[in-house]
């Protein structure tokens, strides 16, 4: 299956940082799409990016489609502690018999210290 | 609209016994998605439904493992005979058109198989 690789595989930062994460892919997807996990609880959509380059903003999160179509960036500006979480990339292929799947990185662990 | 839900949230059994999950996608949804998740990985794609139709299996859904969507609307995934490798967050996902990749997820069901 495809792999997504995304990084760092976990974050420890300050209120009040920024972050950065990243997903990258060997082959090409037709759309980006990120989530965050709560433990215990499913995924919930945060943004999703459907054109090579597109810059799409949620309140303090900007993503972005990689002009390859291989990779995909989350910031997130001024943390707070609820940030904290699981974000996950995924991406969505549009091809053939994978019509449909989303495909999954493993997940950035974000801590967000008071 | 109160999003997907998953019936049970947790579920404890016995190994070699069957299982039963239940999914209700977001209302008017034709699209039904089911996916695995183990600790530390992204959710991995099962199967997918348009209306009532399987449209995609993955090579993950051995023989043990059958999804129905009778009427097109909630889902069931059934394991036969669950093993200990079962033990995953099972989660339940709806998008509203077959050209969108927003997929919703509900909160999941853990299932741990003793």
């Known amino acids: 299956g495809q792999q997504l690789n995304q990084s760092p595989q976990s974050m420890f930062i300050q209120e009040g940082e920024d972050v950065s994460m990243n997903c990258t892919s060997s082959?090409?997807?037709?759309?980006w799409l990120w989530y965050k996990q709560d433990p215990g609880e499913g995924p919930v959509l945060l943004i999703a990016l459907y054109k090579a380059g597109e810059l799409t903003s949620n309140g303090r999160l900007t993503a972005q489609f990689g002009i390859t179509r291989k990779d995909s960036f989350l910031n997130i500006s001024a943390s707070i502690p609820s940030d904290v979480g699981i974000y996950f990339c995924?991406?969505?292929?549009?091809?053939?018999?994978?019509?449909?799947?989303?495909?999954f990185g493993r997940g950035t662990q974000l801590t967000v210290w008071p | 609209d109160t999003g997907v839900s998953q019936d049970p949230r947790h579920k404890i059994t016995k190994r070699g016994q069957n299982v039963t999950f239940r999914c209700d996608p977001i209302?008017?949804?034709?699209?039904l998605y089911w996916y695995r998740q183990t600790l530390g990985q992204g959710p991995e794609f099962l199967t997918y439904?348009?209306?009532?139709?399987?449209?995609?299996k993955s090579r993950l859904l051995s023989d043990r493992f059958s999804a129905e969507r009778p009427k097109g609307s909630f889902s069931t995934l059934e394991i036969q005979r669950t093993e200990q490798g079962d033990s995953a967050m099972y989660l339940c996902?709806?998008?509203?058109?077959?050209?969108?990749?927003?997929?919703?997820f509900g909160p999941g069901t853990r299932l741990t198989v003793l």
């Open positions: 082959s090409i997807f037709n759309t």
């Open positions: 996902a709806s998008s509203s058109t077959p050209t969108s990749a927003e997929q919703f």
């Open positions: 209302s008017e949804h034709n699209r």
């Open positions: 439904f348009q209306n009532e139709a399987q449209l995609e």
């Open positions: 995924a991406g969505r292929i549009d091809r053939g018999s994978t019509l449909g799947r989303l495909y």
